[in-house]
Structure formats: C-alpha cells, structure tokens
C-alpha cells in the first residue's frame, strides 16, 4: 500500500485548535556545557571546565513545551515542591504562550531537579546529579491532583499522561482520569513506566520505549515482527488500541489491535542530545491524533518530530516550523524559504548571514526563461560565494526593459523556478530598472555578472569595490538568449 500524501498545512491548521491536557511529573532540566580539561587527581573521573549553562522545563512539561511549540493549547496538570527549582518552574510556565497549568504543591517532598554536565565539544553527557523523591504522592496530594485533572478533560481533544515515576501518576489518578476521558468519548496516550500494564487499562495508546516494552513483556522485542508478536496478550491486558514501541535509529512501530502493525522508519540525522526525544514523540504523537490524524500520518508527525528533536542540544522543544522542513521535500519549501519581497525579512537573512561570517554574493536578471547559459553564471556565482542573492526584474521592470510583450513568465512563477536551483540561497524581487538600491541595501562582498558586461558596465560596482567587495564576469555560454528563445516559441525563424 502506498503512503499516503501527508497534508502537513491542512493538519497544522486543525492542530491549531485543538487542547491537549497533559498529566504527569514536572522536573527542572540544567545542562551545564564545558570542556572536559584534565582528570580528577582524587578519582579517574573527567574534570569539567564550565563554559555556560541552560535551564530547561523538563519531563512532563518538556512535553507540554512541545504541544504548545507543535502549535496546539497545552493544560498541564503536574506536582512541585514548595522550593526555589518549584518557583523558577511555575514562572516558566506562567510565562510560556500556550500552557495553561494547574499545579499541585507538596511541601513534603523536594521538586525533581536534574543537572547534566555536557562536554560542549563532544555534545557527550559526562555525569548527572538528581534531587527527587520518586515515590507516590500520599492520600491528600493525590486527591488534590484528581480534584486539578478531572475538571479539565471535558475541554481537552486528547489526554495525555507522561509518566517518569516521581509520584504523580498513582494507580488512583490513572483510574480516574482515564474512566473520566472514556466516559466523555477522549482518546488517552500514556507514556508508560509502570511495567504492569493493568493499571492503564482503557488508554487508547501505549507508548513504551524498546527497553519498557521488552520488560513489560518479557520478550526481546528486536524485530517489527517479535514486537507486533508480544503486543497481543498486552493489548488485551491493558485493554488499549494500539500500542508504539519507540527505538530509537531503528525507527517506531505500532501495534493496532484491529489491522497491520505499521513501522516508521527514523530519519537519517546526526544525534546532538537525545534528551527530551520521548517528549516530543509523544507531544507530536498528541496533537496530531487531536487533530483527527490517523495512525500513519501520526507516526511520521512523531518520527519527523523526534529527529528535530535529537539535533539540538538539551531538553528541546521542536517548532511547527521545524517540523515542517523535516517533513516536507526540499522543492516543496524552496519557494517560501528562498523568495523575499519584504525588506526587513531581506535584512534578518543578511544579519543572520554576516554573523555567521559569511561571504554574500549578489547577481540580478529578469531570468524569463531559464535557460543553461543562466544556470552557467548562476552557479559561477554561487562558487564565488557563501550564500549568493539574486535580484529578480519585477513584472512592471520587465515590461519597462523588455516591451509589453515580456515577461513569457509572471515574476513569481519566476521567483519560484529560480528558488529550486541548489545554487540559489535567496531571490528578491525589485521594482525599477534596475538593481541599485538593492545592492546598495545588501552591499554584497562579491558582485557577478556575464561576461557580455565590462567591470565599468556592471551596475552597483562602484557601491561594492568601495566597501572591499569585488566583480566576477562570467564567461557567458553562446547559443543561448531568451529574447532569441521568446522569438522560437511565437513562430519566428530560428
């Protein structure tokens, strides 16, 4: 069966809407980045030298950032300590767009905290020191918890309970969140810890990792077939849908109790972290089935997600945006990536490039018909530089330059053949005849034209040699005019 064609705009607009009400324990994340300098003298351990470090919302909110980054509306439903990690939590998610929480404070107990100590160079996690007290909530904060939660899923799409067993997910608060989302027609996914599947009877997805999955079942769980062979007897134990073993490079699979087991595989990526990669599966994993997604078009969402996700460092979250580009083939987004009509998103991609040390090319035409003679002076171009802009004749210039029969092409039919060419970082399109101002504006650090020009015909050379920059001619390749083309096309002799 062929897969399907993932409308990622139309399932990004639906997730917009939708609440996903997210249960589970709330840690704080810091990742402290450095160099390893020497070894410990007292203990052959590696001594690192801190350069920096980060503070993340971490565990079940780290899957709440990713709702709320994935472009839906997170309630979250968690249990903090009565401390500063307590305090610095709450404020971070009073001020993130998109989570509304409700958290429970228990005074009694230390809030889960988490220090990682990262070599910068190597991005490999040298050691990491907890404070937590992972043991169940008692009577009261639990009954506190079941008191924040059950008023919240009549307003949620989809209920998710992200267990990393620091408490909050007792066997109680399972039941009744799950009886309640089940009697008010709610899908349920849980991130699954506990290994006796029973107490998440009535979910309608488990998400286990390889590891969990293979415990939970006492099988090896090392191929697509020996997991979709132990899911039975667990799908009937826990009463569930569908249950999705995450692994990692290999990829995911899920389990469906009625139909074929369907297995994603993982996008070729280079790992920087995998810290917080579960979260953003299960976050993508619950909007997406929000948004009235079915299983496979869930399963890419999350296996895209995770990629994202494994390339940064820390506990990330991932953006729609992101999410997109991974998705979606490079054509596809060359158009509204590349093509620029604004000035300030002209002067953001320049900032962005000079930061980065950049050298920027510019060259210019009204590229009517893009012939190999073009693409000869663009990849010229694109050789003597970094990142190379072309400016793009406007229909109105082309017209003034050419004659009322010219442009063949309107100019973002242009913009958008010119945007797919490897060679081509960014187009802009200008309105007079020609592109001073813009060269001014970008003042590029390489000039390029065809060779058809002298250095002293080249318009804006004076503006780019005066600020150290200089003029490429490229030999143009004979045989090829789109006047002469043009002419072709409409009848004329050759």
Request: hydrophobic share 45%; aromatic share 4%; with cysteine.
């Amino acid at each position: 069966m062929p897969t399907p064609i993932l409308d990622f705009d139309a399932l990004a607009q639906a997730i917009s809407g939708r609440t996903v009400l997210c249960i589970g324990d709330i840690m704080l994340d810091e990742f402290v980045y450095g160099e390893v300098s020497r070894i410990s003298p007292e203990a052959p351990t590696p001594v690192i030298a801190a350069q920096r470090s980060e503070i993340h919302i971490g565990g079940a909110g780290n899957v709440a950032r990713n709702i709320a980054s994935l472009g839906a509306r997170c309630v979250f439903v968690g249990l903090v300590g009565e401390d500063d990690a307590g305090a610095r939590l709450k404020a971070a998610l009073a001020n993130h767009d998109g989570i509304e929480s409700a958290l429970v404070c228990d005074p009694t107990r230390p809030t889960t905290r988490k220090v990682r100590f990262v070599s910068e160079h190597f991005s490999t996690h040298m050691l990491r020191a907890d404070w937590e007290q992972a043991v169940a909530a008692s009577d009261e904060v639990e009954t506190k918890l079941i008191e924040a939660i059950l008023p919240q899923i009549a307003r949620a799409d989809v209920v998710l309970l992200s267990d990393y067993a620091k408490g909050v997910l007792t066997a109680r608060v399972i039941r009744h969140t799950i009886d309640t989302a089940r009697k008010l027609g709610k899908r349920v996914i849980v991130d699954p810890k506990s290994l006796n599947w029973a107490i998440y009877r009535g979910a309608t997805l488990l998400t286990p990792n390889r590891k969990e999955f293979a415990e939970a079942t006492r099988s090896r769980a090392d191929t697509a077939q020996s997991i979709v062979d132990a899911s039975e007897d667990v799908m009937r134990l826990a009463d569930c849908e569908a249950i999705l073993v995450t692994q990692g490079e290999h990829g995911m699979t899920l389990v469906p109790r009625q139909g074929e087991a369907v297995h994603v595989p993982a996008f070729p990526v280079k790992v920087r972290d995998v810290s917080g990669a579960g979260d953003t599966v299960a976050a993508a994993l619950a909007v997406s089935i929000a948004a009235g997604a079915d299983w496979d078009t869930a399963l890419r969402m999350a296996s895209a997600a995770a990629a994202v996700a494994v390339g940064k460092q820390g506990t990330a979250s991932v953006s729609a945006a992101e999410l997109r580009r991974k998705i979606l083939p490079h054509a596809t987004l060359a158009a509204e990536e590349k093509v620029v009509s604004v000035p300030d998103a002209l002067d953001a991609r320049l900032a962005e490039w000079k930061r980065e040390g950049l050298r920027v090319g510019f060259t210019n035409g009204c590229f009517d018909i893009l012939h190999p003679g073009h693409v000869k002076v663009l990849t010229a171009a694109r050789a003597a530089c970094d990142r190379l802009i072309v400016g793009l004749n406007s229909d109105a210039s082309v017209r003034r330059l050419k004659g009322a029969d010219r442009p063949v092409q309107d100019e973002r039919a242009r913009a958008e053949v010119l945007a797919a060419l490897e060679a081509v970082d960014l187009v802009v399109i200008f309105e007079e005849d020609t592109p001073i101002n813009l060269i001014t504006r970008i003042t590029p650090s390489v000039l390029v034209k065809g060779g058809d020009y002298t250095r002293e015909q080249v318009v804006g050379h004076e503006v780019v040699e005066a600020a150290g920059g200089v003029v490429v001619l490229v030999d143009i390749l004979k045989g090829f005019s789109t006047t002469a083309l043009v002419h072709r096309a409409r009848g004329g002799s050759k």
